[in-house]
């Protein structure tokens, strides 16, 4: 590697070629200007790669064979400082069933299709809470709260979401806002509908759907249910950039608890939405197999000048550039930053219980404990749980116990925000042929010999074959940003090439609980207008009485969008204060706050990606660029510094 | 390919076939009982052809401990056919014959230190060392005696203890949070298995412990015990009993005390891979027949008209009551999708 081999000078430079990527790159490169695009998978194909071997639980579901290789690289996890970190040996099946992607589309080839809008209160969620509940609120809620506001409102980023939707095919029907007005203060209220109509309705969304039509809200007002948005096409398609795509089959292969890639191209995804067009452009260079390893800094150190990147051969590639846009997933885009030297790396004070800093700061979590207060109950409502149907639809959801769509002043343990709540998914969304109790249950109260012996085996016995099913949930509210939880990189591990990996220090908040024993009663008086027997609540789990054992379950935050320097990295316009060339986004750091604590019913229908928000952003980011290379690049005036 | 050649590929295969089941010293009923025509057998060893057994990496001790144990995990009752009507020995066999056992996708840089270790501990961690069997000595460095941790790409420096367990207060309430020195992974997480040898030599460590811990709490080798005595030395393995029932404490590399591995993780994998062997496709070698799936009433790939069935999945996926279908295989899936014979 003695030699470095030296790359024709672009644009832009898309680092990692993912949902985020996608969109820059063919924005950009559709504006004529020159774009090279870095991944360090391969372009899946998905009639080649994926039409005749992805009906695979054990290669593909379990064995993640389509996912990053752990070997070239891992994350370390601890709780607190207090801890060593652990590295992630494993993808182990199915407790973790989430993995980095691999390759354009990067995760998006795992997804089950969820997808949907923030609304206007997760972009003002810390002023307006401070509004209604007084400043200390927060902080008397979380330890160490580290919550801001979006730089930008709901408002400003509506037609981003328009253009993301549009582009990557996204299917519903409104989103259950009262009015479907800007009035709607807090329900996301939509200037357009999604392009494509939601997927058939089962009969448990159609009885969800018509059960609460008729009943009240905790705030007064009627619930107001949607259908279940979904990015799995729902009818053939054609996107604004001329990209066609495919119908969903309702083969089943698609989510359950493993996520599948899918062989029609109906799962949206950089490679079979945005990518095709930039490609088209002539002005596109994709390159494949290459492993980003360093960011190059001008002699001064304010500017981005080039990107190095490991061929298959381990050869070491320079690429400059005029802008950078990183599109890596959320904290390898992060560890990029560190072992570049780029931006301040954050720093915790325990001590103070403060930080300083913003590279790493503020990660939170998407994804909800695996343990906490739960509500269930059965309806009489069968049907068929083997593959038949897909990740994301069939459902109907409500806002309406969501966000601050409800006064949350008398209500104790206190918790803001509140969860997407569904129910109705495809029963056969996604196999599960070893899904019991988080893969296989040790002996325990219910099972006395665990997963072993004829009692266990008789349960088995026609498990996809219901004629009844447990609805219910285990809902929580929002993990939000504090200073305890962050990203830096790990003093002991290195990758395959001998660099440091990220390590996480990340345990749940106790928002994240406290909403549950609130929403539980909401739920449990749902599931009993519906009919359901044998409705039961489950013992409240206390905050901190079970920690994080997982990884890349969606997390978020890490290197956030903002105004105030010393909270946020980066500008409204996604560039990072003081490197006017570097735009980044990622599905988990666009997203540096959400509304949504996601909801995982029985029928295994969640909501997923971090592209919630991140996805908007894109366009944003695409359209500063934009603007830089019109005028800062070429005039010096410099429109984004703020 | 052409009849003739088939027919003669079969005679062949017909041969390789039989001397591969006089080695193994199984009774596997490979042609059923009408041998008379070529038709009878072509259907026949189509039949079985993904289960022709023999072993890839399993020794004859690990062969006959191992059956019992996912017979009991998995037992063929009245209910149906358990994990030995499914192949699963061959299933786990082909798995540590491969990526699984050579931990081909997993993470394997040093230092290994183990998970759960209590905030009460006073001495920093300090990394996990498994004395390896006989088959990996080749990692033994002749000059130091050490072992050399597999993949093994990291320094293996000292762990700085950090300390004890904080306090956070929010809103007047105290968060006293029972942190480790480790976090405390649940058995089966990927931060949980923290060892310096492959899944290989992780079952061949763990398969001999076992064997050596039936033999000094139960009298006897596994395979030789009551049934309900074998159930209760793999929910020994769950709660980690063979470590407590050891005093005083085992030497590193005392087997009967499973040396530095958690009883508890090999009952996870022993579980968890012998359900993946009576459940996955059977390309794996395992699920012979698709017993598991006509038990479960999964379909595998048929997607409601494989045989001719005529049902449609836009229709099954909205039933309110359920359509068991014949399950269909993977390889069935490729040869129908191909036009192939």
């Known amino acids: 590697m003695s030699t470095v081999i030296q790359e024709n000078p672009v644009d832009v430079v898309c680092l990692g070629v993912g949902f985020m990527s996608g969109v820059v790159a063919t924005e950009l490169a559709l504006a004529g200007n020159s774009v090279v695009g870095i991944t360090k998978g391969p372009y899946w194909d998905y009639v080649n790669d994926y039409s005749t071997t992805k009906y695979d639980e054990w290669g593909v579901g379990l064995g993640r064979k389509y996912d990053s290789p752990l070997p070239l690289q891992s994350t370390t996890i601890r709780n607190n400082i207090n801890q060593f970190a652990l590295p992630v040996r494993r993808y182990t099946m199915p407790i973790q069933y989430h993995a980095l992607g691999h390759g354009v589309g990067g995760a998006a080839q795992h997804y089950g299709g969820g997808m949907g809008r923030f609304g206007p209160w997760a972009y003002e969620m810390a002023s307006r809470t401070a509004s209604a509940y007084g400043s200390g609120f927060l902080a008397s809620i979380n330890p160490q709260d580290d919550t801001h506001d979006w730089p930008l409102t709901y408002a400003e980023y509506e037609p981003y979401y328009v253009e993301w939707e549009k582009a990557h095919g996204i299917c519903g029907n409104y989103n259950g806002s009262p009015t479907n007005s800007p009035s709607d203060i807090n329900y996301p209220w939509m200037s357009r509908n999604y392009p494509l109509p939601p997927h058939p309705m089962t009969p448990l969304g159609q009885l969800f759907q018509s059960t609460v039509q008729g009943m009240t809200a905790p705030n007064g007002q009627k619930y107001n249910p949607f259908p279940t948005v979904s990015a799995l096409s729902s009818q053939p398609y054609t996107n604004q950039y001329g990209v066609t795509v495919n119908p969903c089959v309702y083969e089943g292969y698609c989510a359950g608890l493993c996520d599948y890639a899918c062989e029609t191209g109906a799962k949206a995804n950089a490679a079979y939405r945005t990518i095709p067009a930039a490609i088209n452009s002539g002005n596109f260079t994709l390159v494949t197999n290459a492993y980003i390893f360093r960011l190059e800094l001008s002699p001064s150190g304010n500017q981005v000048v080039a990107a190095h990147y490991y061929d298959a051969q381990g050869n070491d590639h320079r690429q400059p550039g005029k802008v950078f846009f990183n599109g890596m997933w959320g904290y390898n885009m992060i560890r990029l930053m560190l072992l570049s030297g780029l931006g301040t790396p954050y720093v915790y004070n325990s001590g103070a219980g403060t930080g300083s800093g913003v590279v790493g700061r503020g990660l939170t979590n998407g994804y909800t404990p695996y343990r906490g207060t739960s509500v269930s109950g059965t309806v009489n409502i069968g049907g068929n749980s083997y593959p038949a149907g897909n990740g994301s639809g069939g459902g109907v959801s409500v806002f309406d116990l969501m966000d601050d769509n409800f006064s949350h002043s008398s209500i104790s343990p206190p918790f803001i925000g509140g969860g997407l709540f569904g129910a109705g998914g495809y029963l056969g969304g996604g196999p599960g042929n070893i899904t019991f109790a988080g893969g296989v249950s040790a002996p325990n109260t219910l099972n006395p010999n665990g997963a072993m012996g004829s009692a266990f085996k008789a349960t088995q016995q026609n498990k996809y074959l219901p004629t009844k099913q447990s609805v219910g949930a285990t809902p929580f509210a929002p993990d939000l940003p504090t200073f305890m939880n962050y990203i830096d990189l790990d003093p002991h591990y290195t990758d395959a090439y001998g660099d440091p990996v990220s390590r996480l220090t990340y345990d749940w908040t106790p928002n994240t609980y406290n909403g549950a024993t609130y929403l539980v009663n909401q739920i449990k008086a749902i599931l009993t207008q519906m009919g359901a027997t044998n409705v039961t609540v489950g013992a409240t789990v206390a905050p901190y009485s079970a920690h994080n054992d997982w990884w890349g379950h969606h997390l978020r935050g890490g290197l956030r969008i903002g105004t105030d320097p010393n909270a946020g990295t980066a500008t409204a316009w996604a560039a990072l204060s003081g490197y006017n060339q570097l735009y980044y986004n990622s599905n988990t750091a666009g997203v540096n706050y959400f509304a949504a604590g996601e909801i995982t019913n029985t029928t295994g229908n969640n909501a997923t990606a971090g592209t919630h928000a991140a996805g908007p952003q894109s366009y944003r980011a695409a359209e500063g660029i934009k603007k830089y290379l019109a005028n800062v690049a070429t005039s010096g005036v410099n429109y984004l510094a703020s | ?341």
């Open chain 2, 1 to 341: 390919m052409s009849k003739t050649t088939r027919r003669e590929f079969l005679k062949i295969g017909l041969a390789a076939a039989g001397g591969a089941l006089a080695a193994s010293g199984l009774e596997i009923p490979l042609f059923g009982g009408n041998t008379s025509s070529l038709q009878n057998q072509i259907t026949n060893l189509n039949k079985h052809i993904s289960t022709v057994t023999g072993f890839l990496t399993l020794s004859i001790p690990e062969q006959q401990l191992l059956e019992p144990v996912v017979e009991t995990i998995i037992p063929s009752d009245s209910t149906g056919p358990g994990a030995k009507e499914a192949g699963v020995i061959y299933f786990i066999d082909r798995q540590l014959a491969s990526d699984y056992g050579q931990s081909g996708n997993m993470f394997m840089d040093a230092p290994h230190i183990p998970p759960n270790i209590p905030a009460s501990s006073t001495t920093p961690p300090t990394p996990l060392t498994v004395k390896p069997s006989s088959a990996w000595a080749f990692l033994q460095n002749k000059e130091t005696g050490a072992y050399l941790p597999a993949g093994g790409m990291g320094n293996g420096a000292a762990i700085p203890y950090l300390g004890a367990s904080p306090t956070y207060t929010a809103g007047g309430t105290n968060y006293t949070v029972k942190y480790g020195i480790t976090a405390s992974p649940r058995v089966g997480s990927g931060i949980n298995l923290q060892y310096p040898v492959n899944m290989r030599e992780f079952w061949r460590i763990s398969l001999a412990a076992l064997q050596a811990y039936s033999n000094k709490y139960y009298s006897g080798n596994f395979q030789s015990l009551s049934s309900a005595n074998q159930l209760q030395v793999i929910k020994d393995l769950w709660s980690n009993a063979p470590k407590t029932k050891t005093n005083p404490s085992p030497p590193a590399d005392d087997l009967t005390g499973f040396s530095n591995i958690q009883a508890s993780d090999f009952a996870y994998e022993l579980t968890f891979m012998t359900w993946a062997g009576f459940t996955m496709d059977p390309i794996y070698g395992g699920n012979k027949d698709m017993v598991g799936w006509d038990y479960t009433g999964f379909n595998g790939v048929n997607f409601g008209n494989f045989y001719g069935e005529g049902l449609s999945q836009k229709t099954l996926m909205v039933a309110s009551s359920p359509t068991k279908l014949k399950p269909a295989s993977l390889a069935q899936y490729q040869q129908q999708a191909t036009g192939g014979t």
